[in-house]
């Protein structure tokens, strides 16, 4: 009698996981067709939207472009009303991200221009790209301090606000 209920109950186990594997399986195709039917509509979408694209090209450009003006003035209305909302979050944000690249550039901006020597204002100090076609970014303009950051001084030289004017006309001039 004992024997009985343990084949019992390893018999339904075993089909249980039998079961179980089945459910995945099916899970798993009913999920990879949803995907593939997904891939056919957005390259079917694709499609469209370039063959739209070349029969209105100018209409389009125009668009998008004012779609990102919107965009643009939408995020930084959000970031307006984030930073009214949320202030100490925001200079918490300031001292860790801008400041601490403030902080970070004001000192290899103590080294002053590599031509003339100038070293009495960090603001007149430029980042000069030495190959104009490595830039990635605008080091004035970034914020953080991470390797990025570090990547893209090491391509520059730092020079004064006139010995890059000087750079800048002759390498134009040179071309
Ligand atoms: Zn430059
Ligand atoms: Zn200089």
Not at 123 to 130: K, N, P, T, W, Y
């Amino acid at each position: 009698m004992k024997r009985r209920v343990r084949q019992k109950s390893l018999y339904n186990l075993h089909r249980f996981s039998v079961d179980v594997t089945y459910d995945i399986v099916t899970k798993h195709i009913n999920i990879i067709s949803v995907i593939h039917k997904k891939l056919v509509d957005i390259r079917k979408k694709k499609e469209d939207d370039r063959a739209y694209y070349l029969k209105n090209t100018e209409q389009c450009k125009q668009r998008s472009s004012e779609q990102r003006k919107i965009n643009r003035e939408i995020a930084s209305e959000k970031r307006k009303h984030w930073r009214k909302n949320n202030p100490e979050k925001e200079r918490a944000y300031y001292l860790k991200t801008i400041a601490g690249k403030k902080d970070f550039v004001d000192k290899i901006k103590e080294n002053g221009c590599a031509i003339c020597g100038y070293d009495r204002c960090g603001s007149a100090l430029d980042f000069h790209h030495v190959n104009p076609q490595d830039k990635k970014f605008n080091i004035a303009r970034y914020t953080k301090v991470n390797s990025d950051l570090v990547e893209e001084i090491e391509k520059c030289v730092l020079v004064c606000r006139n010995c890059h004017m000087e750079i800048e006309i002759l390498s134009k001039r040179g071309r």
